[in-house]
Nanobody
Framework: QVHVVESGGGSVQAGGSLRISCAAS????????VGWFRQAPGDRRELVGG???????NYDDSVKGRFTISRDNAKNTVYLQMNSLKPEDTGIYYC?????????WGEGTLVTVSA
């Protein structure tokens, strides 16, 4: 059984930084693409960015230059480093991992950015 868990969310003032993690555990052969999504209150879930198995990344225009996605394959963990945070970055952040051909979602971690 495979589990995906996000952690590291919290409250921060505008301009601050946070690093959140997405850790996969269980019977895993390979983790391919991993995407980070966020959902603000009352809004639809949107893609923040993603990373391939080879480490290539892509980002939504709203976070380019501020957010960085990285992965530690030995730990089955993907990170989202968020700098220069803005109040509009507030939301629940989810990761979606393609593991052995199946998509897994975590339950999310809340990030709150105050003005």
């Amino acid at each position: 059984q495979v589990h995906v868990v996000e952690s590291g969310g919290g409250s921060v003032q505008a301009g601050g930084s946070l690093r959140i993690s997405c850790a996969a555990s269980g019977s895993i052969r390979s983790i391919n693409g991993v995407g980070w999504f966020r959902q603000a209150p009352g809004d639809r879930r949107e893609l923040v960015g993603g990373i391939t198995s080879g480490g290539m990344t892509n980002y939504d225009d709203s976070v380019k230059g501020r957010f960085t996605i990285s992965r530690d394959n030995a730990k089955n963990t993907v990170y989202l480093q968020m700098n220069s945070l803005k109040p509009e970055d507030t939301g629940i952040y989810y990761c979606r991992a393609l593991i052995d051909g199946t998509d897994y979602w975590g339950e999310g971690t809340l990030v709150t950015v105050s003005a």
